[in-house]
Every structure is written in structure tokens, then in C-alpha cells.
């Protein structure tokens, strides 16, 4: 079983950067594709970024070449850069452990959740 721990959240000004940091318990991490998902009020939770296990990154279209997904199998950790954020990033981001190989983009493929931490982007 995996646990897992986001920090990072905050208020922020549109242009500005966040980092995201998702902490997870267990000695297996490194055999876990991960991702980060967001939900906003009323939306319904979608798919932000990946990693597979060999490191290999995928980005939702809204979010490349501002955001970067990045894994330390040594510490057990997944961040996620956010950089030129906009008032639409603005949600609850939530990592995710996929027992697959490649992350999957749908919530379902997920076996283990965090439990969200809040990201506000002022205009």
C-alpha cells in the first residue's frame, strides 16, 4: 500500500510559479507510474501530468510548456513545477499512484490518492 502527501498549495498572482511536492510512504514507489489530477468547483477531476516509472512525462495540452512533472525514486517524491500560472489552474490538485507502467489520464486507472492541496491564482 502506498500513502501519499501533497504540500505546496498556496495563493499566487497570475504569472507566477507554484511548486507542488507529493510525498509517498512505502519502499515500492519507484515501481509506480504517478500523476497529478486537478479539480475545480463544479468540474470534474481531470488529468494535469505523468510519469512512468522510467521517467517518461506527459502533459495535458493546457498545462505544457508551463508545468513540469519530475520523480525522485531516492526520496519518494513526485513534484510539479507550475510556472506562468493562470486563474484557470486554479483547483485542487491531487497525486496519484498507478501500479501500471505509463500513468494513465483517467482517475480510475489510479489506485492510491492524496488528499489535495489548494491552488489560487488571483488575476
Known amino acids: 500500500q502506498v500513502q501519499l502527501v501533497e504540500s505546496g498549495g498556496g495563493l499566487v498572482q497570475a504569472g507566477g510559479s507554484l511548486r507542488l511536492s507529493c510525498a509517498a510512504s512505502?519502499?515500492?514507489?519507484?515501481?509506480?507510474?504517478m500523476g497529478w489530477f486537478r479539480q475545480a468547483p463544479g468540474k470534474e477531476r481531470e488529468f494535469v501530468a505523468g510519469i512512468s516509472r522510467g521517467g517518461a512525462r506527459y502533459y495535458t495540452d493546457s498545462v505544457k510548456g508551463r508545468f513540469t512533472i519530475a520523480r525522485d525514486n531516492a526520496k519518494n517524491t513526485v513534484d510539479l513545477q507550475m510556472n506562468s500560472l493562470k486563474p484557470e489552474d486554479t483547483a485542487v490538485y491531487y497525486c496519484?499512484?498507478?501500479?501500471?507502467?505509463?500513468?494513465?489520464?483517467?482517475?480510475?486507472?489510479?489506485?492510491?490518492w492524496g488528499q489535495g492541496t489548494q491552488v489560487t491564482v488571483s488575476s
Open positions: 496519484a499512484a498507478d501500479l501500471g507502467a505509463i500513468p494513465g489520464t483517467w482517475p480510475a486507472q489510479y489506485d492510491y
Open positions: 512505502g519502499r515500492t514507489f519507484s515501481s509506480y507510474a
